[in-house]
């Protein structure tokens, strides 16, 4: 794979002047004069690599490694789902599923097959997963169980929560695109309204484990859902219009842009009451940056849904502020969690999935709009990644999943992640072709899948 530490660009692609702040200054330019420059911009590299080697880079750690790794120690391919409770070697610590992570290894296999080569063993991996989840399927209203046998009897002893279902939703949306069958669809859009609707209950309870309190919450308004059933809403909604999903696609952006936000900090935070309004204590000041750096690109990717060149400059802005804001200049990568902003206490452990919900917005600012400020933090978080997560220096397959500040390295691990590296690896391919299909040159503006045309 090719590694470079430069970044060469063309014509009005020249930022390495600006590189090191990551940031432009002096006069604000016209948008006229913008536009103009716009039309003559190729995108010669990214992240010190020409478009093809970056490309080549991502389909290697996608075909070459993590799915060949999948495939022979993750995936049930007798009775459908995926065992994620193996170590770095692919043994497996036991074979107990869970509804996360077969609704979201269902996306994974489902729009791998739609989107990357229509390989049939993509399809029968995402078509077994799907006969095991639907042969468990709960009452209208009830969660998937929390984890289950590999056969998918229930386990007991952890109560279920919203978010099995909603990724099982969003799993079967994708899988709909495979069949065209209807059924799908209907299925995914009934967990989805199901579960909207207990999330507009006061009674709903929540506990935000990952938080200043780990109480169940009564009646919470969290950005981790919202986010959740935008990506649902935005999935389904690619399929075919629905007034219904559009309106919960709408209440989610609202949520998120509007309410979650707060102006005093140029933040958003995670955790609202029921109405809408702040709420006392320690969640008043929660800021969790890793939802609000992977909710930002799926707003952009609705506003482009939309054509809303409005919301998503304004998502850009906000992924911008919070990228700045949680990042490491000691040690490089982003933090997930402050806990406090006005203390501006942090976590400061680093999860590779809030790294490649980055790489995925600077990916599609970069294919869009080829903004310079997308460039430098492109590069910035590619090459942290590169250093610290492949796990090939240390003998293993795969990436590390999480870590210390300093991402120091832990022999012994017990899952397989399934879902945000995957994900991220899908999506930075498929721009990255685009960009070459488009001539090496942004989409906008005049392009017919432009957000500016």
Known sequence: ??????????????????????????????????????????????????????????RSYLYDDFLPFMDKHVVDHERGGFM??????????????RAWYDGRGLWVYSFLYNNLGNDPSHLEIARKTTELLLGMRPADGEFWPWSYTREGQPITGTLPDIYGNLFIAEGLAEFSKVTGDQKYYDISKEIVISCFNLYDRADYLHAVTY?????????????????????????????KEDPAIENIADRCIDALMNKHYMPEFDLMIEVLNHDMTVPEGPFAQFCYAGHIIEVLWMVMDEALRRKDKGLYD???????????????????????????????????????????????????????????????????????VMENYPLKKHGFPLWNFSGDR????????????????PRHLMLNILSLERILKNGNRPLFPGNKDSIDT
């Open 1 to 58: 794979m090719k590694r470079r530490g430069f970044i060469g660009t063309s014509g009005a692609l020249a930022f390495s002047a600006i590189l090191p702040g990551c940031s432009a200054g002096g006069t604000p330019e016209r948008v006229s004069d913008r536009k103009e420059k716009q039309k003559k911009m190729t995108i010669s590299a990214i992240a010190g690599l020409t478009v093809r080697e970056l490309l080549e880079n991502y």
């Open 84 to 97: 994620t409770h193996a170590d770095r070697r692919g043994n497996l610590l036991s074979t107990t599923k």
């Open 211 to 239: 938080g200043p309190d780990a109480d169940q919450l009564t009646g919470p308004r969290i950005l981790g859902h919202w986010m959740v059933f935008l990506k649902v809403a935005t999935t389904l909604l690619c399929v």
């Open 314 to 384: 304004l998502a850009v802005k906000r992924l911008k502020r919070h990228t700045e804001v949680a990042w490491d200049d000691v040690y490089g990568g982003l933090f997930r969690c402050l806990e406090n902003i006005d203390l501006n206490i942090w976590q400061v452990d680093k999860v590779l999935w809030e790294q490649a919900e980055l790489l995925i917005g600077t990916m599609n600012m970069i294919e869009h709009t080829a903004d310079p400020w997308a460039f430098c933090w492109f590069e910035k978080t590619y090459n942290y």
């Open 406 to 421: 300093k991402m120091t390295f832990v022999e012994e691990y017990e899952r397989i992640e399934n879902y945000h590296h």
